[in-house]
């Protein structure tokens, strides 16, 4: 097995660079880091994490917090499974491993939180929700834990960094984007009335709508327990197109309309966001707005493993781009 010694002579290095390097030392150049981790990775060595731990008091581990699992709807996203993935991949660049809380509850997600921290089983996390009042932000920023959020700043904006979209922007260049094909009656259709991204991409269809002189709809819930009032609004108000708060619930919406003999685009056009695998799964294809969800991925660690090193960096809001892929669930009016 591969040691230090072994490492440095591989690098023409000292032993102390190689140490210095592991931890990723700043007194050590770029073009040295390289020259000693090339050696590592012909030589096959693997650092003792046990010693590193208690050099430098670190696990090298991240924590990922998901948000509450307490239906299907949320346990059958693919966002979730597609940032795991991005922040997996990052988290393993920089030599980190990541561990998972969950749980049905913010209640048991805070327990599962506490654990991690006294067992020293992360040394930061990553919460891939954001709510107010949040009793797992709550105790990090009271043990003065590094933490990021992926979701919108909602409180303690001067102590927290979160890594979003700009939500209500996307809203917004959704209402023009449908305006654009000719569309004047346009809705906004969400699964519940409470969800913080859906508020935010809702307030955009609010502001555009009002900015291009277009009347503004009540949003309408897509949930079997409401059915027969969103199809009473549906034809009340004539609209033409629609504005969907994910793919997942625009999937499904569009499969009850054409269980219902409407068409989409030819009666609706519909448009959704986040782009994700199962937007090209059934026909018609969705256009949808690519939220870029390994970016938001890697953002997440990359800032997180900046808080680690330098825990006076100040609180920030990170907002990534996104963009339009137009697919066959709108046409021109």
């Known amino acids: 097995m591969a040691t230090i010694k072994d490492v440095a002579r591989r690098a023409g290095v000292s032993p102390s660079t190689v140490s210095r390097t592991l931890k990723d030392n700043p007194s050590i150049s770029k073009e040295t880091k390289a020259k000693v981790r090339a050696a590592m990775d012909e030589l096959g060595y693997v650092p003792n994490s046990a010693a590193q731990m208690l050099a430098t008091?670190?696990?090298?581990?991240?924590?990922?917090?998901?948000?509450?699992?307490?239906?299907?709807?949320?346990?059958?996203?693919?966002?979730?499974?597609?940032i795991l993935t991005a922040i997996n991949e990052e988290a393993s660049c920089n030599s980190q491993v990541v561990s998972i809380a969950t749980g049905a509850t913010l209640e048991e997600l805070v327990k599962q939180v506490e654990l991690m921290h006294r067992q020293k089983r992360a040394d930061g996390f990553i919460i891939l929700y954001s709510e107010t009042n949040d009793p797992v932000?709550?105790?990090?920023?009271?043990?003065?834990?590094?933490?990021?959020?992926?979701?919108?700043?909602?409180?303690?904006?001067?102590?927290?960094?979160?890594?979003?979209?700009?939500?209500?922007?996307?809203?917004?260049?959704?209402?023009?984007?449908?305006?654009?094909?000719?569309?004047?009656?346009?809705?906004?259709?969400?699964?519940?009335?409470?969800?913080?991204?859906?508020?935010?991409?809702?307030?955009?269809?609010?502001?555009?709508?009002?900015?291009?002189?277009?009347?503004?709809?009540?949003?309408?819930?897509?949930?079997?327990?409401?059915?027969?009032?969103?199809?009473?609004?549906?034809?009340?108000?004539?609209?033409?197109?629609?504005?969907?708060?994910?793919?997942?619930?625009?999937?499904?919406?569009?499969?009850?309309?054409?269980?219902?003999?409407i068409r989409v685009p030819e009666d609706y056009a519909i448009i959704s966001f986040n782009n994700s695998t199962f937007s090209e799964i059934m026909h018609p294809f969705l256009t949808t707005y690519?939220?870029?969800?390994?970016?938001?991925?890697?953002?997440?660690?990359?800032?997180?493993?900046?808080?680690?090193?330098?825990?006076?960096?100040?609180?920030?809001?990170?907002?990534?781009?996104?963009?339009?892929?137009?697919?066959e669930s709108v046409s021109m009016r």
């Open 57 to 82: 008091g670190l696990t090298h581990s991240l924590g990922v917090v998901l948000p509450p699992l307490t239906d299907r709807e949320n346990i059958s996203q693919p966002f979730y499974m597609e």
């Open 137 to 261: 932000k709550d105790y990090l920023l009271k043990e003065k834990v590094p933490f990021v959020v992926v979701g919108a700043a909602v409180d303690n904006n001067d102590k927290v960094t979160y890594i979003d979209n700009d939500n209500k922007e996307l809203g917004q260049e959704a209402v023009n984007y449908l305006r654009t094909k000719g569309h004047q009656k346009i809705g906004f259709v969400t699964d519940d009335l409470f969800g913080q991204v859906g508020q935010e991409r809702y307030q955009g269809y609010i502001e555009a709508t009002k900015e291009f002189n277009l009347e503004t709809y009540p949003e309408l819930v897509f949930s079997s327990k409401v059915i027969d009032s969103l199809k009473e609004n549906l034809k009340s108000n004539q609209l033409t197109a629609l504005i969907v708060k994910d793919d997942l619930i625009a999937l499904r919406f569009i499969q009850w309309l054409n269980n219902q003999g």
């Open 290 to 327: 690519d939220i870029n969800i390994k970016e938001l991925g890697k953002e997440s660690v990359l800032r997180l493993l900046d808080l680690l090193k330098n825990p006076k960096t100040k609180a920030q809001k990170i907002t990534i781009p996104f963009k339009l892929i137009e697919r």
